[in-house]
């Protein structure tokens, strides 16, 4: 008798995965006709915005923690793409062992990397935060610069750290934009702008030079417990009477 032999069932052609979709790292700009429809504040208005801030919170703090201008300096290194939540978590611990640029030194990047590796991206912020002390201690004396200039020249800061430096720790007016900034700047309308850069240059243009030195820290955080992301909260929020967003809930 003939050996029946069976052919092996084709092979199914391989589904292609589908691809994640790609995390949104950079806030997204509004629309162009939303800009254009929105009705310019006026100066009272703005005024009347921040007079509210300050009446609810006079002297608001960030939520970084840290001890001097350089533990500022690593934690917001630390926090791009992370949260403040999580940068504290980790750098409690470190900045008990590494408060200054030569200890952070000492320390080294291998064990900087243990104590920051709950953080994303901890591999090349360890590489920086090392670079960037070595940097501080060979050319500025150990000390974190006063200029926006210095401070952007430092490995793994930007203009938003630079701005924060200046302002945290050396009471400087000026608005660093993160990511509730740049969302609370277009939806009010107070600072339309498509770039980061562009909100920051709108904000500093029409806040008042009284609110300066907190107008940074009062959007912050009216963006991260009122105006959130996906569901702002329009009916508790101090501003909604003035708020220009046509998608507000009040
Ligand atoms: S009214 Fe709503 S959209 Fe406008 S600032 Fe307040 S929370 Fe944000």
New binding site residues.
Partial sequence: MAKITRKPAPRKAAVPKKKAKPVATKPKAPAKKSLKAMKPWTPAEVHEVFSRFRKANPEPKGELEHVNPFTLLVAVVLSAQATDAGVNKATRALFEVADTPQKMLDLGEERLRDYIKTIGLYRTKAKNVIALSAKLLSEFGGQVPRTRAEIESLPGAGRKTANVVLNMAFGEHTMAVDTHVFR?GN??GLAPGKTPLEVELGLEKVIPAEFMLHAHHWLILHGRY??LARK???EV?L??DL?R?PE?T?
Wanted: some cysteine.
């Fill in positions: 609370v939806r009010t009122t105006c702002p909260r329009c929020c501003i909604n708020c967003w507000k009040v």
